[in-house]
């Protein structure tokens, strides 16, 4: 058995994992996946009953119960870094004996829904409306330090194609959705009229995005090449800051992962949503009515 030292693992004092300061018993399989801190009680709000309220940092995590099940709700704070911390420590506290500091031999797959907020970068995919991220491309740094294989789906000629066309210089990879949560929401009748795209993963939220305020970005043309792009057979749809990550650790570690997009700028039309709030409170509801 594999076992993970006191300064790999750091386990803290009361048991509880090093950012997250969740214990392995408190996790439960199914959980949303929120970027603000904020947002994790508007969600919460939804569940019957709330067990455990915990916070450190930017991770806010409340755990209960709906409809009969545990439930649970996690803040990310912005960014695939925080995610890189997140799927370490939730996988860490369901696949490793916190006790013996050994890879358990029986391995438990959770469910894992971001509820997030987005920009769309293609014209007819129009402010308030939803996506759901089949798969995303990483501009993130976070694949050159993992073995992660880039989805072959998404053609890695077509990645590299992709970078030159838009004169980006470092590496960049693909990874998908869990085909099995990408088919319950498609069947639901509010999600079926959701898009489903291609996200691009940023690792920023100006430049890396093709937004110019006073610093100038090394790519101007950024936004509309990406948005003419194919990768695969599909377009790039919409950016974020998470998906990728979310999607490559997953697949690695064996968990669902699914992303959904309050879709809250339109880049191409300039337009940006007039009650965001609305659209994330909808968004959550919805999200929330199929584990009800
Ligand atoms: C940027 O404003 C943030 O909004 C998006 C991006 O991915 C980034 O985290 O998602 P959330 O609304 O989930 O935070
Ligand atoms: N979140 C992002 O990362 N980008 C947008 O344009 C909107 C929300």
């Keep these: ?109 959770l469910h894992l829904i971001r509820i997030g907020t987005s920009g769309s970068i293609q014209e007819d995919i129009p402010v308030d409306s939803v996506l759901i991220s089949e798969a995303a491309i990483g501009f993130d740094n976070l694949a050159q330090f993992y073995h992660f294989s880039s989805d072959k789906s998404l053609l890695q000629n077509d990645l590299d194609l992709f970078c030159q066309q838009i004169g980006y210089p470092l590496p960049i990879y693909g990874a998908k959705a869990s085909n099995q949560l990408v088919h319950r929401f498609s069947q639901d009748a509010y999600f079926r009229d959701a898009f489903l795209g291609t996200t691009l993963t940023a690792p920023g939220f100006y430049a890396p995005q093709g937004r110019t305020v006073r610093m100038e970005s090394i790519l101007p043309d950024f936004l509309k090449d990406c948005s003419v792009t194919l990768v695969g057979k599909s377009k790039i749809t919409n950016i974020e800051m998470e998906t990728s990550a979310y999607y490559a650790f997953s697949g690695v570690l064996g968990h669902e992962m699914i992303s959904l997009n309050a879709i809250l700028a339109n880049r191409i039309t300039h337009q940006f949503s007039t009650n965001p709030e609305k659209q994330i409170s909808q968004l959550i509801e919805k999200a929330i009515a199929l584990f009800s």
């Design 1 to 109: 058995m594999t076992y993970f030292s006191p300064t790999d693992l750091i386990i803290n004092p009361d048991g509880s994992s090093y950012h997250l300061n969740i214990r392995p018993e408190q996790l439960c399989d199914t959980i949303f996946m929120v970027g603000d801190p904020e947002r994790v009680e508007k969600v919460s709000c939804h569940f019957d009953r709330i067990d455990f309220k915990i916070h450190k940092r930017e991770f806010v995590s409340h755990f209960g119960e709906l409809a009969g099940k545990p439930i649970g709700v996690i803040s990310s704070g912005i960014g695939a870094d925080n995610v890189e911390i997140v799927m370490n420590e939730l996988d860490a506290l369901a696949n490793i004996d916190f006790e013996t500091r050994e890879e358990k031999s029986q391995k438990r797959s």
